[in-house]
């Protein structure tokens, strides 16, 4: 089989790792491509790093741009390595603008397209990320869904049955097999001086969020006025895109709220496992901690999570600053006991043993049609 692994960004870095460490024990070589969409260390070469993960085989550096460009500049050079390696497959993962251009990259080409975390939906057209996910799951081959309601999700659009997969989200392998090691190694705790002091975990980056300046503020003035309540310390590990629009939008910064750099996996997952209560607009963080069992208030007017909501791991909270204390008060008394309904952190192998086996079933269907050029 030949195997393209394509990822851009730091939750794709993060929930494709099980994927990738499937294929290594199972000696299946892979292609891994990296699109550049993310480049800062903090949000990028740390995870390859502590993680001890192996270096991209194509690096297309693509960076920062507008939407369209970003996009457009990935579609390029991908459909370009496709066509050069003719993958039998290629995978993705996630809803971010590296997932499109490498949908309609292996759409174009006839490549085979497995989406990993398939099916979810926030019903919300706006976002930018519902219209990547939407569009990867209709050009997709394999449909890896994490769950019983997101295949209901794909079902409801009209995709075919065979093309789904159940397979729990990798999010919880990557959780499960890093919980332990990030309680022993990481020294986050006591390099923020938060100690054993109770305290909030603050991640706001949506582009919905943290490019409008009330939203912004909102969402900083509701969550410091639920921690100057309770007497916690708001912990913000904070994206570059949330600290250039603070900046820009020259907002005040609440006393209760420390500003840290993006943090490392293993010390990012220390704290949410330590944390009192997670305020959160991240899909990842939301998953992540209600895998935890720490509760968890979401800063959006939509979840594609709402497992997590079911269950009474997650509220939502919109960004009214009254409705963050009201959400956060609610979610801090409760008991952190809940099911996990993202599966048993084996989503990783089940990936890859069903791309095995379908590629072993049907060789043939595996030959990428090359492209009919028309410009000559
Ligand atoms: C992207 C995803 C979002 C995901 C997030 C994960 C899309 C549409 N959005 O958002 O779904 O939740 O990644 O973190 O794909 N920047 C840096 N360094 C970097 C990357 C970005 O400083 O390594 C700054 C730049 O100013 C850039 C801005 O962040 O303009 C936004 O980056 P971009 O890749 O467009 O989107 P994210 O906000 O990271
Ligand atoms: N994360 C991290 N360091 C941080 C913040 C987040 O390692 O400082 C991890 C987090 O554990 C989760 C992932 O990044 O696995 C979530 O990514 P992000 O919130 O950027 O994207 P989203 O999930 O919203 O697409």
């Known amino acids: 089989m030949k195997l393209a692994i394509v990822l851009g960004t730091r939750p794709e870095i993060l929930k494709l790792l099980p994927v990738i460490r499937a294929c290594q024990r199972r000696d299946i070589e892979f292609t891994l491509i990296h699109t550049g969409q993310h480049y800062s260390e903090g949000l990028d070469e740390v995870f390859f790093e502590t993680l001890d993960l192996p270096r991209p085989d194509h690096h297309l550096s693509v960076g920062s741009s507008t939407h369209g460009e970003q996009t457009g500049e990935m579609l390029i050079e991908l459909a370009s390595l496709f066509e050069a390696e003719a993958f039998d497959v290629v995978v993705v993962q996630g809803d971010t603008n590296t997932v499109l251009a490498g949908a309609l990259a292996a759409s174009k080409l006839d490549t085979e397209l497995a989406h990993v975390e398939a099916g979810l939906r926030s019903y919300d057209r706006e976002m930018p990320e519902e219209t990547n996910r939407r569009l990867t799951d209709h050009?997709?081959?394999?449909?890896?869904?994490?769950?019983?309601?997101?295949?209901?999700?794909?079902?409801?659009?009209?995709?075919?049955?065979?093309?789904?997969?159940?397979?729990?989200?990798?999010?919880?392998d990557t959780v499960l097999n890093n919980r332990q090691l990030a309680a022993d190694r990481s020294t986050v705790l006591d390099e923020t001086g938060i100690g054993d002091h109770p305290f909030v975990l603050l991640t706001a980056h949506r582009a919905e969020n943290v490019d409008d300046r009330d939203r912004f503020a909102d969402i900083l003035d509701g969550v410091s006025r639920f921690a100057a309540r309770e007497g916690l310390t708001v912990l913000y590990p904070i994206h570059p895109r949330a600290r250039k629009q603070l900046e820009a939008f020259d907002l005040t910064l609440p006393a209760e709220i420390q500003l840290l750099d993006p943090l490392g996996y293993l010390e990012f997952l220390a704290l949410e496992d330590a944390a009192s209560l997670v305020v959160t607009d991240s899909g990842g963080v939301q998953e992540e901690a209600c895998i935890l069992g720490t509760p968890c208030v979401t800063v959006r007017d939509s979840t594609e999570r709402p497992e997590t909501v079911d269950n009474g791991a997650n509220a939502l909270a919109g960004t009214d600053p009254d409705s963050i204390v009201r959400e956060a008060e609610a979610m801090s008394r409760s008991t952190g006991e809940w099911e996990n309904p993202f599966g048993d952190g084996n989503a990783g192998e089940r990936i890859v043993s069903?791309?095995?086996?379908?590629?072993?079933?049907?060789?043939?269907?595996?030959?990428?049609?090359?492209?009919?050029?028309?410009?000559?």
């Not at 081959?141 to 049955?161: C, M, Q, S, W």
């Not at 086996?357 to 990428?368: F, G, T």
């Open 354 to 376: 069903t791309l095995v086996d379908a590629v072993a079933e049907s060789p043939d269907k595996h030959r990428p049609v090359q492209e009919v050029r028309t410009d000559d």
């Open 139 to 172: 050009v997709s081959e394999y449909l890896f869904a994490p769950t019983e309601d997101t295949r209901v999700n794909l079902r409801e659009e009209g995709i075919p049955d065979e093309r789904i997969f159940v397979t729990g989200n990798t999010v919880v």
